[in-house]
C-alpha cells in the first residue's frame, strides 16, 4: 500500500516502481494463506487479497493505455531504430556494436556508450553521429540538418534529421535513478521544454528513463510530453546480475522507453537478445502517417 502513496510524494513513488513485485508476492501470500485455517487463514488470505488489489491497482494502467497509431509492415518511409544503455562496463563493446550494425537501423540511440562501439558503427560508412564524446548520442544513416547538447542535470542530445518527408527531430538521453528525486524530475522536466522546440507530431524521444511505467511520476510525464510511449510493459533491466545478486539476470524493471509524436505509427517494437550490457536493446520500428 505504501507505493500508493506516491499519488501524493515522490518519495514515496520509489516503490511504484516495484509494483509487479508487490502484486507476485501479494498473490503468493494469498495461495500459501489457503494452507492455513480458521482466524489465521482469514487474516492471512485477505492481507493477501488486499496486496493484490493494490498491486493490480498499479499495474493495469500500463496495460490499459493507448499507445499510439499502429501500421502493418511494409509500408513506404518505415524507419528502424536501436536504442540501448551500452553500460560503461561493458567487456565487449565491439561485440555489441556488430549486434547494432547486423540489425540494419536507420536511427541508433545510445546511452553510457564506448567509444569503441561509435568508432566500430563509423568504420562501418555512411553513418553520421551527434555529439560522439557524450553518454548520450544519437547515429543515424540519414542527413542530419541539426543537433544540440543539453549542458548540465545529465545526458540529452538532439539531431534532426531529414527523409523523403522532410524534418523530424529525434532525443536521446539518459535520466538519474529514481531514488535521485530530484535530479530525475529536473531531467524530465528539461525533456519537457526541449520537446517544446520541435514540432510534435514528428518528434521521437528514446533512452533510459530509469523509470517504470507504473510510477507516478513516469504517469504524469507521458500525459505531459505530448507523445506516444510506444512500449508497453518491455521489462528491459537487469540483462545481467547486478553485483552480487545473482537472481537479478532476470528483468523486472521496464525502464527503457521510446515516445514518437502522431504522425508516426507503430509497426513493430520489441526487446532485443541479452548482449553484454546490463540493459537489453529495444528495437522499434515506426511508419510515417500521411497527413490529416
Known amino acids: 500500500m505504501g507505493a500508493h502513496l506516491g499519488r501524493i510524494s515522490l518519495d514515496w513513488d520509489v516503490l511504484a516502481h516495484f ?5 507476485a508476492g501479494a498473490a503468493l501470500g494469498l495461495v500459501l494463506g489457503l494452507l492455513f ?63 547494432i550494425l547486423a540489425q540494419d537501423p536507420d536511427v541508433v540511440i545510445l546511452a553510457e ?22 553518454d548520450s548520442t544519437v547515429l543515424t544513416r540519414l542527413p542530419i540538418v541539426a543537433t544540440s547538447r543539453a549542458k548540465g542535470d545529465g545526458p ?33 522536466e528539461r525533456i519537457r521544454r526541449t520537446l517544446r522546440r520541435f514540432p510534435g507530431e514528428r518528434t521521437i524521444l528514446a533512452g533510459d528513463f530509469n523509470s517504470a511505467p507504473w510510477s507516478f511520476s513516469r504517469q504524469r510525464w507521458d500525459r505531459t510530453f505530448g507523445l506516444f510511449r510506444r512500449d508497453r510493459a518491455i521489462f528491459s533491466w537487469p540483462a545481467q546480475p547486478y553485483k552480487q545478486l545473482k537472481w537479478t539476470a532476470v528483468p523486472f524493471l521496464p525502464i527503457d522507453h521510446v515516445y514518437a ?24 520500428v515506426l511508419a510515417p502517417l500521411e497527413p490529416r
Request: glycine share 10%; with cysteine; charged share 20%.
Open 113 to 134: 556508450y564506448r567509444p569503441e562501439v561509435r568508432q566500430r558503427i563509423l568504420e562501418r560508412g555512411g553513418w553520421n553521429a551527434t555529439c560522439i564524446r557524450c
Open 156 to 188: 540529452l542530445v538532439t539531431a534532426t534529421l531529414r527523409d523523403a518527408r522532410g524534418e523530424f527531430t529525434v532525443v536521446g538521453m539518459h535520466n538519474a535513478w529514481p531514488t535521485d528525486v530530484a535530479d530525475q524530475q529536473r531531467q524530465e
Open 19 to 23: 509494483a509487479p513485485i508487490w502484486l
Open 261 to 284: 509524436g502522431s504522425g508516426w505509427a507503430t509497426v513493430s517494437i520489441k526487446r532485443g537478445p541479452r548482449l553484454t550490457s546490463d540493459h537489453y536493446p529495444l528495437i522499434t
Open 37 to 99: 485455517r480458521g482466524r489465521l487463514r482469514l487474516f492471512i488470505v485477505g492481507i493477501g487479497l488486499l496486496g493484490v488489489v493494490a498491486g493490480a491497482w498499479l499495474v493495469a494502467p500500463e496495460y490499459l493505455r493507448d499507445t499510439g497509431p499502429k501500421a502493418a509492415a511494409g509500408g513506404s518511409g518505415e524507419l528502424k531504430i536501436v536504442s540501448l544503455n551500452v553500460y560503461v562496463s561493458n567487456p565487449a563493446p565491439e561485440a555489441t556494436a556488430d549486434w
